[in-house]
């Protein structure tokens, strides 16, 4: 079981990660919202450029809808994510730009999380999540 802090304090639940690509040997850190409403876990392209990804590797062209409107972007596999204790490696993410303001750099949502159970204790702030077997 691997515990994960956030602040109690903030809106939302922010967590550290780290993403892997042709240009990084270590990871990148990057800070991501917890978003179990999101079903594919989002990255902004800047990063993925930093990092040695561009659109032209991607899988597919991918249209997002929100509540602020409809945001072009692409599917794309990255080397390596780390986040809450663990990593998954050959995954897939969408590059989509966020809302201008917003202070961290992606969403991680249900495809990272559906490997886990997890519980988020939000008055302790703590996330315990453990490994599904397979």
Not at 7 to 12: I, P
Not at 24 to 49: K, N, Q, S, Y
Not at 103 to 131: D, T
Request: with cysteine; hydrophobic share 40%.
């Amino acid at each position: 079981m691997k515990v994960t802090r956030f602040s109690t304090s903030e809106d939302l639940i922010f967590v550290k990660g780290s993403v892997w690509g042709p240009l990084r040997r270590r990871g990148r850190p990057l800070w991501f919202a917890l978003d179990t409403a999101a079903a594919e876990t989002i990255i902004v392209p800047e990063v993925l450029d930093e990092i040695g990804y561009n659109p032209r590797q991607g899988e597919a062209i991918t249209v997002l809808r929100s509540a602020v409107g409809r945001e072009q972007g692409y599917l794309i596999r990255i080397e390596r994510l780390d986040c809450l204790g663990h990593q998954a490696r050959d995954f897939r993410v969408h590059a989509h730009d966020l809302p201008d303001g917003w202070n961290f750099e992606g969403l991680l949502g249900l495809n990272f999380l559906r490997q886990f159970n997890y519980e988020v204790r939000s008055a302790e702030g703590r996330i315990r999540v453990e490994r599904v077997a397979a």
